[in-house]
């Protein structure tokens, strides 16, 4: 069976500044910061899969998927 491609996200500098802030804040949530670094690592230039993203930030490769799609659908 075929891997599917994770479709590959393209940030705007002021986007790509605003989750680089709330990755970074102390204030932040944890959740909220694991889902800016999921978007930030997807928006990479290498284009990461799913299961490269996930290793790389200790989640599971279902939540770097899900938070890559919420992005493309919804946005910040």
């Known amino acids: 069976m075929p891997t599917p491609f994770a479709p590959h996200i393209i940030l705007a500098q002021n986007a790509r500044m605003d ?4 990755a970074r804040a102390y204030s932040t949530p944890q959740a909220l910061a694991l889902r800016a670094r999921i978007v930030l690592r997807a928006a990479d230039l290498d284009r990461p899969s799913n299961l490269a993203i996930s290793r790389e930030l200790g989640c599971d ?3 770097a998927g ?3 799609r919420r992005y493309l659908d919804l946005g910040v």
């Open 66 to 68: 899900k938070w890559r």
């Open 61 to 63: 490769n279902h939540t």
């Open 19 to 22: 989750l680089q802030a709330l």
